[in-house]
């Protein structure tokens, strides 16, 4: 059994510095770069592509709206042309940088909101999909285990891989809880440990309502933005390792 470990690198903007990039990377077997539009600029995007290449960590783009404000958490009215023409030119940012680093794109993941938008929304996630095989047909479209958008890039003929979340809360249909919402984010380790565990293993997850539904599982998504979660990251490989499922990029 393997498992594939993600993270969202490449966030700090300019002056900003966000995320413990640096600190992640032993961890983690695939990097989702942020392509400039939520997060990340020129320079970051390239420190972000040479550190993975060092690491041996696969790079993957992270293309969100253009909201540098909200982060690419908002979401945003655009027409399937306009979604399709975003991915495009964040796509062909990152490969740019990716083959001066001397490695390619392997797959693709949305940022924030049109990530969660394009899990429900066929047009968006049909829009997400045109782009990434219009650009390169061997790129994994990386999205939410049972969406519409791994759906499309099914039909599509797109290879992809189903991720599934650590420390989020879902809902009965599988979608992930609206992070304003109680209970959206799991604080406890030690349910979250049990939860992923369950989910690569055993193919479920119960929802936030109680109820147990199917789940499949090819990358597990973790966040190390701070002391703790770093800390947390590294319990999950350790945990994943010890339970005898070999953690490897997609």
């Known amino acids: 059994m393997k498992i594939d470990l993600n993270c969202d690198l490449g966030e700090s903007f300019g002056a900003y510095t966000i995320g413990m990039d640096a600190r992640l990377l032993p961890y983690i077997t695939s990097a989702n770069v942020a392509c400039g539009y939520h997060a990340g600029d020129p320079s970051v995007m390239r420190a972000t592509c040479v550190a993975a290449v060092s690491a041996g960590v696969a790079v993957g783009a992270h293309p969100g709206f253009p909201d540098l404000v ?20 964040q796509l062909g940012a990152l ?5 001066a680093a ?6 693709v993941k949305p940022h924030g909101a049109l990530y969660n938008m394009a899990a429900t929304d066929a047009s968006l996630a049909r829009a997400i999909c045109e782009a990434v095989r219009d650009f390169d047909p061997a790129l994994i479209v990386l999205g939410l285990s049972g969406s519409a958008m ?3 890039a099914q039909e599509m003929g797109l290879p992809f891989a189903r991720e599934v979340f650590a420390d989020r809360a879902y809902n009965d249909d599988g979608t992930l809880v609206n ?10 380790e030690e349910l979250a440990l049990a939860r992923v565990l369950r989910m690569v293993r055993e193919g479920e997850v119960e929802t936030i309502t109680g ?24 319990r999950i490989r350790e945990a994943l390792e010890a339970a005898g499922v070999e953690v490897a990029p997609l």
């Open 70 to 89: 909200g982060f690419g958490r908002r979401n945003l009215a655009v027409s399937p042309t306009e979604a399709r023409d975003y991915i495009t030119y």
């Open 95 to 99: 490969d740019a940088f990716c083959r």
């Open 102 to 107: 001397g490695t390619r794109l392997r797959h």
């Open 150 to 152: 791994l759906s499309m």
């Open 179 to 188: 992070r304003r919402l109680p209970g959206a984010m799991i604080e406890d």
């Open 211 to 234: 109820k147990v539904i199917q789940i499949r599982a090819d990358s597990v998504c973790v966040h190390g933005d701070n002391e703790h979660a770093l800390a947390f990251v590294k």
